[in-house]
């Protein structure tokens, strides 16, 4: 057990991933939802993307939710970005930190951002310029990381080796995002692997996992084994992705915080304001998400037996 970390940082990525995939929610319901999760201890939340409003309609009105948002002192607020025009939208809104994104496989990132993944490695120097001459971090996120929608398998050394590409051009922190949910603890284990024969340290490590095929915690139980303290995930599980058949919402934030509470792993986080949240999460979009715990009711420290 003493080989968990004993802190881990979640990062709440519903208000972006999640409801990029909804039909659009107006941005009073988007602010609503980030302020409320801003009060549960949450240190780290994507609020938006700064993306074509015609690629990603629900992310339109992205400086709005930033401009109208209330900061909570010591939260970050984050936001994704594609290119450099998205960067410079970021830093217009007052954006704490940028995610830049750049996925491994040709076909998705094409689909994705209609770049090459050369010109995206290429683009990721203008846009670590724009951050850093604001005095802020830059985050790069690899996505497609464990797998491809349209490629099937991507190898773990090609991932590695976009992830030293980038961290030439500047980026603070990567991300590797499995888009669409095809991770497995093997899969974690190799890329974690490859990252480590290509020097990529741990602390510059963070992990989006989708639960399309149920293996989200699994996969970051795994990580924890190997020391990794970063994870993403949405609250009530919220969340997809358009450009990836078949996506569907990432880790929930709430089953994530219970599980690592009662593994003693500390998120700063109050589980009972989360649930809270991810009820009003479902109210916005007015659907039932996939959330365990928002339906099963009980936190494993807190049964009455
Ligand atoms: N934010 C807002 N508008 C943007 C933009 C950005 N980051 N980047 C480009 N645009 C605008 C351009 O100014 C241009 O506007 P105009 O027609 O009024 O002149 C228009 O979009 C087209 O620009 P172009 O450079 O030709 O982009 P494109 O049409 O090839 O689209 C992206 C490229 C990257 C902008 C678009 O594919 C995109 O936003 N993708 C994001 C996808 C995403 O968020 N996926 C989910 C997260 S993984
Ligand atoms: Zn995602």
Redesign the pocket.
């Known amino acids: 057990m003493s080989a968990w970390p004993t802190r881990v940082d979640v990062r709440e990525v519903g208000p972006?991933?999640g409801l990029?995939n909804e039909a659009p929610v107006p941005v009073d319901q988007r602010v609503r939802l980030i302020d409320a999760l801003s009060e549960t201890g949450l240190r780290f939340i994507e609020a938006a993307?700064?993306?074509?409003?015609?690629?990603?309609p629900p992310?339109a009105g992205a400086g709005e939710v930033m401009a109208r948002i209330t900061r909570r002192p010591g939260v970050v607020y984050s936001a994704?970005?594609?290119?450099s025009?998205?960067?410079e939208?970021a830093m217009a809104a007052g954006v704490d930190e940028i995610e830049l994104?750049v996925?491994a496989s040709e076909t998705h990132n094409q689909k994705?951002?209609?770049?090459t993944v050369a010109e995206s490695l290429i683009g990721a120097h203008d846009v670590v310029e724009i951050g850093h001459a604001a005095g802020v971090p830059v985050e790069a996120?690899v996505?497609t990381a464990f797998g491809c929608p349209y490629e099937g398998d991507v190898a773990s050394e090609r991932v590695a080796q976009i992830a030293g590409h980038l961290i030439d051009a500047g980026a603070d922190q990567l991300s590797f995002?499995d888009?669409t949910g095809m991770a497995t603890p093997r899969r974690v284990a190799d890329l974690l692997g490859a990252l480590d024969r290509a020097g990529v340290t741990t602390d510059r490590i963070g992990l989006h996992f989708h639960n399309t095929r149920g293996t989200a915690l699994a996969n970051v139980v795994l990580a924890l084994g190997r020391g990794v303290t970063r994870f993403d995930a949405s609250i009530g599980g919220l969340g997809g992705?358009?450009?990836a058949p078949g996506a569907s919402g990432n880790a929930v934030t709430e089953d994530l915080v219970h599980m690592l509470e009662d593994m003693e792993i500390d998120t700063g986080i109050d589980l009972d304001a989360l649930i809270r949240c991810a009820a009003l999460a479902q109210d916005i979009v007015s659907r039932e998400l996939p959330s365990a715990l928002l339906h099963a009711g009980a936190r494993t420290r807190r049964y009455e037996s």
């Open positions: 972006r991933d990029q993307s700064f993306v074509s409003p015609t690629a990603i992310m994704l970005v594609p290119n025009k998205g960067a939208l994104v996925s994705n951002v209609h770049r996120i996505s995002g888009t992705c358009p450009y």
